[in-house]
């Protein structure tokens, strides 16, 4: 989906819807250095969504998907959830897999384009909630990445059950009372970042979602890298603002006061030492592609 293959056949152009003239006149698909800053202005991100007004899924999404280094040969995959209600907004290949199911589809999808598209890249993004990645899913999840998959799992924990009315996941803080869960939870959140770790995962990111510079960031290593060499995992906290009974701003501070240093999204951060070569060699390589422009820039002006 990048300009080049949305194309209009100049004879239906006019009978085009005028939102879908506009995708294929603004794309910014096929932009090396799209970001979170296109959010307001590219159309191909999302422009509605479903969740409750104000929902943090929501920003992250749009984060989410302006930072996708090809969105034009992505394909996400997703699970029942709130995040589900998101994926048929979006204008990005996305497949909805069965509750919990969506690493083991992620791994034949990954494996299938690798076979039909030989030399080209095509990556490959789940995103789902905490429920289908850590509870129900976890098989799926565990064993992609002892098999060393080639894709990103990304984790949008608001730490329980949202979208089926507030039931404790594996992923909810001790002590949290949710409304279907009134007894409150007998035991620590799981440690999914540092299982994500032991389990093989190349780069794993545990934060909030409260800074869009840090989630493109984060975003464009974890892809880079799982395609590169291995599985890759991002927890994502997206606090669900109606079983907090929050606004949107009160979300925000919700994501800042759950990132200081000693609480339970403080950044953390892992990086293989596989991982961390790619990573030195791609930013040598953007040092240079940068200064080349430059170079290009004066001489055109000279
Ligand atoms: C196989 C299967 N089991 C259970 C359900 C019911 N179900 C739908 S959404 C959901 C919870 C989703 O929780 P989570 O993954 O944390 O996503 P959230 O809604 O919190 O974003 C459940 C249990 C289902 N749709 N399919
Ligand atoms: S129920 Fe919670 S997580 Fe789901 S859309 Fe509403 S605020 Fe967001
Ligand atoms: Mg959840």
New binding site residues.
């Given amino acids: 989906m990048s300009l080049e293959r949305i194309k209009i056949a100049p004879e239906m152009y006019e009978i085009m819807p005028p939102e879908y003239q506009d995708l294929v006149k603004n794309a910014t698909y096929g932009n090396e250095n799209r970001g979170w800053k296109d959010i307001g202005t590219s159309k191909e991100l999302i422009e509605e969504h479903s969740l409750c007004a104000g929902c943090p899924?929501s920003m992250a999404f749009r984060y989410i998907l302006a930072s996708l280094p090809a969105p034009e040969d992505t394909v996400m995959v997703g699970?029942?959830?709130?995040?589900?209600l998101v994926f048929p907004h979006v204008g990005i290949h996305n497949i909805h897999s069965?509750?919990?199911?969506q690493n083991a589809i992620a791994t034949g999808l990954k494996r299938a384009l690798t076979v039909r598209f030989p030399g080209r890249i095509k990556d490959v993004v789940v995103l789902?909630?905490?429920?289908?990645?850590?509870?129900?899913?976890l098989d799926m999840t565990l064993q992609a990445w002892f098999r060393q998959e080639k894709f990103t799992t990304i984790c949008?924990?608001?730490?329980?059950?949202?979208?089926?009315g507030g039931?404790e996941?594996g992923?909810m803080q001790k002590g949290f009372v949710a409304k279907m869960a009134p007894v409150g939870k007998t035991f620590e959140k799981v440690r999914l970042p540092e299982i994500a770790r032991e389990s093989g995962c190349h780069y794993v990111v545990n934060c909030t979602v409260s800074k869009p510079n840090l989630i493109e960031k984060v975003i464009k290593n974890a892809i880079h890298i799982a395609r590169e060499i291995g599985p890759t995992y991002l927890q994502l906290y997206?606090p669900?603002i109606l079983e907090i009974g929050k606004n949107s701003m009160e979300g925000l501070q919700e994501m800042r006061d759950s990132e200081k240093p000693t609480e339970r999204f403080a950044y953390r951060e892992y990086i293989s030492d596989q991982a961390k070569e790619l990573l030195t060699e791609m930013a040598a390589k953007e040092k240079e592609r940068k200064a080349e422009a430059k170079r290009q820039l004066a001489s055109v002006k000279a």
């Fill in positions: 899924e699970s029942t959830g709130c995040t589900s069965l509750f919990g199911n789902a909630g905490d429920g289908a990645t850590v509870d129900i899913g949008f924990d608001n730490e329980l059950y949202a979208n089926t039931q996941s992923l997206t669900c």
